[in-house]
């Protein structure tokens, strides 16, 4: 049976932790967000400030994903399949 070196579990370990800690981070900011649009559009309009909030995250998502890929193509970062 091939093992991995020791590097590659490393790197396994880092790439874990990081996706954990980003899905915590992004946890906690789904708090908030929801919690900012409760106070401006309040308890009663509960459905439509969610779906308000599922499409002002989706277009601040797509904006910076863009983003993200455009710097990675300039830095010359191989493309993620």
């Known amino acids: 049976m091939n093992r991995p070196q020791g590097g590659a579990y490393l790197a396994t370990m880092i790439s874990l932790a990081s996706a954990g800690f980003g899905l915590v981070a992004a946890l906690a900011w789904n708090t908030a967000i929801t ?18 909030y599922a499409i002002v995250i989706t277009i601040i998502a797509v904006v910076v994903m863009v983003n993200l890929a455009r710097a ?3 830095a010359g970062a191989p493309p993620v399949k």
């Open 35 to 52: 919690e900012l649009f409760k106070l401006i559009f309040g308890q009663a309009s509960s459905i439509v400030g969610m779906f308000v």
């Open 72 to 74: 990675a193509e300039r």
